[in-house]
């Protein structure tokens, strides 16, 4: 029994992998995407609690993804992460509830604050 | 009986990259497994809980007495282990893989290979099985000699830790190990250390065997434990060493073992110091 599911979505194979097996470790179960567009597909699907989306991806950016799924789904909650600094769209996102962006690397403790503050409580 | 395997086998990194990925890709990970995944799996699952075996005794474990099932069985998880030909082509076993090997014979009546995880299989069934508490004690009893820092000293390590024994399956998944630059790592202690490790694990590529890996396996798990379990606790641990002291005041023979490491590691930095002071770049 697992405290509920949750969507990484990043191009970096590594931050992927070991940003899941961290979430894991804290208790939820976690679905993997490597672009925006296997995001919106696997959301769509699996309609995970919470979302750790990467800001820089190819295909489709962070930014875009956020602002496709919100389309569909005006309540995703969703946790930005970049490498870049990168804001461009950051005051966007937050005006449609977008809930934090965060700068990578991150900690594991961080990790695990964000995910207690913001999976939705059942 | 377990032997260990003395030849040369692949390193760490190998496994984490190239070893658990190819595996996960061809057996799959989640739920939605092919027949032929399944069959993997229950193969690796047999062997985690009981140890080494003929495949007429992994197949009997779901025929008891029927041998005509036990038969075909057995054929289908010897086919299973070691590829097959078709038309020439050889297609992969699970031993091409590095996840099983053949131990040694059996001597009973009917003579037979006698299989069992290679340490590679026993840190992809962790990752991969989704084993139980109760179930990983059972793999602990039967792999002893494979990791006797770990599993050899199982239930003692529960008595002291309790369930961060179960830490071990985010070894099988290779957290940490080589790019702890992935994550801000707030215990230097963890980090100098895991840094070190990787270092070291990486010199000894050329003599890695079986008993070596296991030594290597042994300290990643032993300095994993000055960072995972504070992650997990509300109260965090101010002395993070702590859960260390606890074990290794309790087994000597660890401690000096350990002991040894960190010492290695002292004096790798101070030399590694040594060499960046002789640099001089001012005209």
Not at chain 1, 102 to 114: N, Q
């Given at each position: 029994?697992?405290?509920?599911?949750?969507?990484?979505?990043?191009?970096?194979?590594?931050?992927?992998?070991?940003?899941?097996?961290?979430?894991?470790?804290?208790?939820?179960?976690?679905?993997?995407?490597?672009?925006?567009?296997?995001?919106?597909?696997?959301?769509?699907?699996?309609?995970?609690?919470?979302?750790?989306?990467?800001?820089?991806?190819?295909?489709?950016?962070?930014?875009?993804?956020?602002?496709?799924?919100?389309?569909?789904?005006?309540?995703?909650?969703?946790?930005?992460?970049?490498?870049?600094?990168?804001?461009?769209?950051?005051?966007?996102?937050?005006?449609?509830?977008?809930?934090?962006?965060?700068?990578?690397?991150?900690?594991?403790?961080?990790?695990?604050?964000?995910?207690?503050?913001?999976?939705?409580?059942? | 009986?377990?032997?260990?395997?003395?030849?040369?086998?692949?390193?760490?990194?190998?496994?984490?990259?190239?070893?658990?990925?190819?595996?996960?890709?061809?057996?799959?990970?989640?739920?939605?497994?092919?027949?032929?995944?399944?069959?993997?799996?229950?193969?690796?699952?047999?062997?985690?809980?009981?140890?080494?075996?003929?495949?007429?005794?992994?197949?009997?474990?779901?025929?008891?007495?029927?041998?005509?099932?036990?038969?075909?069985?057995?054929?289908?998880?010897?086919?299973?282990?070691?590829?097959?030909?078709?038309?020439?082509?050889?297609?992969?076993?699970?031993?091409?893989?590095?996840?099983?090997?053949?131990?040694?014979?059996?001597?009973?009546?009917?003579?037979?290979?006698?299989?069992?995880?290679?340490?590679?299989?026993?840190?992809?069934?962790?990752?991969?099985?989704?084993?139980?508490?109760?179930?990983?004690?059972?793999?602990?009893?039967?792999?002893?000699?494979?990791?006797?820092?770990?599993?050899?000293?199982?239930?003692?390590l529960k008595?002291l830790i309790g369930d961060n024994v179960y830490n071990i399956k985010l070894?099988?998944?290779?957290?940490?190990?080589?790019?702890?630059?992935?994550?801000?790592?707030?215990?230097?202690?963890?980090?100098?250390?895991?840094?070190?490790?990787?270092?070291?694990?990486?010199?000894?590529?050329?003599?890695?065997?079986?008993?070596?890996?296991?030594?290597?396996?042994?300290?990643?798990f032993y300095?994993t434990l000055l960072y995972l379990p504070n992650l997990q606790k509300?109260?965090?641990m101010?002395?993070?060493?702590?859960i260390l002291?606890i074990i290794?005041?309790?087994?000597?023979?660890?401690?000096?073992?350990?002991?040894?490491?960190?010492?290695?590691?002292?004096?790798?930095?101070?030399?590694?110091?040594?060499?960046?002071?002789?640099?001089?770049?001012?005209?």
């Amino acid at each position: 029994m697992t405290k509920g599911t949750i969507l990484v979505v990043d191009d970096d194979e590594f931050v992927l992998d070991t940003t899941s097996t961290l979430l894991e470790f804290f208790g939820y179960s976690v679905i993997q995407a490597k672009n925006g567009i296997e995001a919106l597909s696997k959301y769509r699907d699996k309609k995970p609690g919470l979302v750790f989306l990467d800001v820089k991806m190819p295909k489709m950016d962070g930014y875009d993804t956020f602002f496709e799924l919100t389309k569909e789904n005006p309540n995703a909650k969703v946790i930005f992460m970049t490498a870049h600094a990168d804001y461009s769209k950051w005051e966007e996102a937050k005006k449609r509830q977008a809930l934090d962006l965060i700068e990578k690397p991150y900690s594991a403790e961080k990790l695990k604050k964000l995910t207690e503050k913001h999976y939705p409580k059942k | 009986m377990v032997i260990l395997n003395e030849e040369r086998i692949p390193n760490l990194l190998s496994y984490k990259y190239f070893i658990r990925k190819q595996a996960s890709k061809i057996y799959g990970k989640n739920q939605s497994k092919s027949t032929h995944q399944q069959n993997v799996h229950n193969i690796l699952r047999i062997l985690a809980l009981n140890g080494d075996m003929t495949t007429w005794e992994m197949a009997k474990i779901k025929f008891a007495t029927d041998n005509e099932m036990i038969r075909t069985k057995e054929k289908e998880y010897r086919r299973l282990l070691v590829g097959r030909v078709d038309r020439g082509h050889h297609s992969e076993g699970i031993i091409d893989l590095n996840l099983v090997l053949v131990d040694s014979k059996s001597t009973k009546r009917n003579p037979g290979n006698r299989y069992r995880l290679s340490i590679f299989g026993i840190l992809f069934c962790l990752d991969s099985l989704n084993l139980s508490n109760s179930e990983i004690d059972k793999m602990a009893e039967k792999h002893q000699i494979v990791l006797p820092k770990i599993f050899g000293k199982w239930n003692f390590l529960k008595s002291l830790i309790g369930d961060n024994v179960y830490n071990i399956k985010l070894l099988g998944k290779g957290l940490l190990f080589d790019n702890p630059n992935i994550i801000n790592v707030e215990n230097p202690r963890f980090l100098e250390l895991i840094s070190y490790f990787n270092i070291k694990s990486n010199y000894m590529s050329q003599s890695m065997n079986e008993k070596v890996m296991g030594e290597l396996i042994a300290y990643w798990f032993y300095i994993t434990l000055l960072y995972l379990p504070n992650l997990q606790k509300e109260k965090k641990m101010k002395d993070t060493d702590k859960i260390l002291k606890i074990i290794f005041s309790k087994d000597l023979d660890l401690q000096q073992w350990f002991s040894e490491f960190i010492s290695e590691a002292q004096i790798f930095y101070k030399e590694r110091s040594k060499v960046l002071e002789g640099i001089s770049i001012k005209g």
